[in-house]
């Protein structure tokens, strides 16, 4: 049977927890003002024009005094037992906003809490005929169950407050081809748990994004990519893929059955049917070396072409305010070679003493008080204990949007990098991760970069561009601006979708961190990264052809900035022909959310 989302339950990296009441100060604050007595006693009415004699005057206070006795009373009692929880001190609090809320009702985020809503429905069916079953009642009724992932989307693209299904419970394993390197799996099946269950095969994914935590027909639903100018999106991968939509029932989609849909539905963005199954095409499963080294832009343009013809994996991160340029490329180990011999110059501890007596010396600027052997005891992690993004966090937390500050975190990890330059040498799904860091705005975008033949070096003037424009404009922004990038996509929905094979993509990411939970201060990063993503928007996107990647794409509030964005999107993508599908396979709009309905509103919603 079907199971809802319990309140305790795991569900693969869902963030998922009960909305709950909140006593604080701006309650009592409420209670209080309208109980206390009037300060100043000229401003209080008599009930007669006539002066009252001394002993009707003793009789109207006690009268009045026996009120405020019973209104605060009231006050007293009405506080003392609202069912607040203390769980919830953390809310902030505004007169009986907080009311406790159905049990049946919860609160679900995406992973850095930038999204929320709060639904009643929410589905996790444990088979295919389960989620058939969902799917045909949701449908009968008109009630929306909107296909969402591991929720680490930074848009936020699969909540609604409508309704949910989730197969984190179909995370199966279905067959292996050794021969054909193919493997069937659930959707619901996460990468790493894939990677682990098929490398007894001697097989692997043949690329990975940075993370590890996605369910797989998340991964391909919204295009996503790992790095290589050789290799193309992860919706490449896809062989074929079996789809319960509302109005046809289950369906298999492939190149051979019906390939004008499979190649629309591969990146679908989870409005053509929910992705129940899907078979990949593997790669064998091999050891890579990754070489991390420190450049800089004048010695990135004359090796550019050659690194990206001659590395299978290169990724540039470049560090705002400094010339600092990571390059890191990953090769499979030489079976005649094998794995270079290298002695790092410098020991962990020292790549990240920089960064830990920079912390330590902002304590003394921004946070006197813990500065002392005691207090620091009682309030502070051992910051040796930390892991350089971590620090870097607890850096940032400081004063996220003082563009000095930001400068010195900068420089602090420029010389990290300085200081871990070398070789490590691991299978691919641990090479190729990525530490992103703690919770984050991201925008990214993908825009054409020529062929691998001959690369434009548009890649390379976006980055001028875009560090020029920080400068000038004095944006606080934190590292790395991380660029990637990929062959073409045949999926028509792709951001690298294109007709011509040798076509290369570019992807490059802008970020602002949310190291703090303080909600004015969250609430300002916000509002600075949103600048930050607006002048991009303006001076770069229509110049270089870019596109935001689907997980990554914002709403707008205003009507003519979502008026332009509709339109934009038009231009480089087939939305009649992604909207036809949407109203043949789903025409009631059960799979549909907010964001899918605007960025692609059908006839009759315009």
């Keep these: 049977m079907s199971r809802a989302l319990s309140l305790r339950r795991s569900v693969r990296a869902f963030h998922h927890y009960h909305h709950h009441a909140n006593p604080h ?43 405020l006795a019973l209104l605060l009373g009231c006050g007293v009692a009405t506080y003392c037992s609202f069912p607040f929880s203390d769980s919830a001190k953390h809310k902030k609090a505004q007169l009986f906003r907080y009311a406790p809320l159905p049990e049946d009702l919860h609160t679900v985020s995406n992973w850095s809490g930038t ?82 269950a098929i490398k007894d095969h001697g097989i692997t994914l043949q690329n990975f994004a940075s ?110 305010y400094t010339d600092s340029v990571v390059v890191v490329t990953c090769n499979p180990v030489s079976k005649w070679k094998g794995p270079p011999k290298f002695k790092p110059k410098y020991s962990h501890d020292e790549a990240i ?17 813990v500065t002392t052997a005691e207090s620091s005891e009682d ?36 010389e990290f990098w300085r200081k871990s330059e070398g070789y490590r040498v691991g299978w691919s ?21 020529g062929t691998l033949a001959k690369p434009s070096m548009k890649d390379l003037e976006y980055i001028e561009d875009l560090k020029k424009l920080i400068e000038k404009e004095e ?33 490059v990411g802008i970020i602002m961190y949310l190291p703090t939970m303080d909600s004015q201060q969250r609430k300002e990063i916000t509002e600075e990264f949103f600048r930050y993503r607006r002048l991009s928007q303006t001076q770069l996107w229509d110049k270089y052809s870019a596109y935001e990647h689907w997980a990554k794409i914002e709403v707008p509030k205003d009507k003519d900035e979502l008026v332009a964005l509709q339109a934009r999107l038009r231009r480089r993508f087939p939305v009649d022909e992604y909207n036809k599908a949407r109203k043949e396979l789903d025409p009631n709009g059960i799979l549909s959310n907010n964001m899918l309905g605007k960025l692609f509103p059908l006839p009759d919603t315009i």
């Design 429 to 449: 799904d641990e090479i190729l991760g990525f530490d992103c860091g703690g919770q984050q705005w991201v925008s990214e975008t993908c825009f054409p970069a």
């Design 115 to 196: 999204h929320e809503v709060q639904t009643r429905v929410f589905h996790q069916p444990e088979s295919l005929e389960e989620l058939e079953q969902v799917v045909k009642d949701a449908n009968e009724k008109k009630q929306k169950i909107r296909p969402v992932g591991s929720g680490l989307s930074p848009n936020g693209i699969g909540l609604t407050r409508a309704g949910m299904v989730n197969l984190a419970l179909m995370d199966k394993v279905l067959e292996v081809d050794e021969e054909k390197k193919r493997v069937r799996v659930q959707a619901g099946i996460r990468v790493q748990q894939l990677v682990d």
């Design 475 to 507: 944006i606080p922004a934190p590292a790395p601006i991380e660029q990637r990038w990929t062959a073409c996509s045949k999926s028509p929905m792709s951001p690298a979708s294109s007709s011509a094979e040798d076509d290369i993509f570019s992807w």
């Design 211 to 320: 993370i590890r935590e996605q369910q797989i027909g998340g991964i391909v639903q919204v295009g996503a990519h790992g790095t290589g100018a050789r290799l193309p999106p992860i919706d490449e991968q896809v062989i074929s893929m079996k789809l319960v939509t509302p109005a046809k029932r289950t369906i298999e989609v492939s190149k051979e059955k019906d390939p004008e849909l499979f190649y629309l539905a591969r990146c679908g963005l989870g409005g053509l049917g929910v992705v129940a199954e899907v078979t990949l095409q593997c790669v064998e499963r091999q050891q890579l070396v990754e070489h991390t080294v420190i450049s800089d832009m004048k010695e990135i343009k004359k090796k550019h072409k050659k690194l990206l013809s001659e590395n299978k994996h290169v990724k540039y991160l470049y560090i705002p």
């Design 379 to 414: 309030s502070e992690p051992d910051i040796n204990e930390l892991s350089f993004t971590e620090l870097r966090d607890k850096l940032l937390a400081l004063d996220p949007l003082n563009r000095d500050h930001v400068i010195q975190v900068n420089q602090a990890e420029a």
């Design 25 to 67: 100060s701006n309650l009592l604050k409420a209670l209080s003002s309208t109980t206390s007595p009037n300060p100043n006693p000229n401003l209080a009415r008599p009930f007669s024009s006539l002066s009252p004699s001394p002993s009707s005057s003793g009789a109207e206070f006690r009268k009045y005094l026996g009120y």
């Design 353 to 369: 003493q920089h960064a830990r007596d920079l912390y330590q010396e902002s304590l003394k600027k921004y946070r006197p008080e």
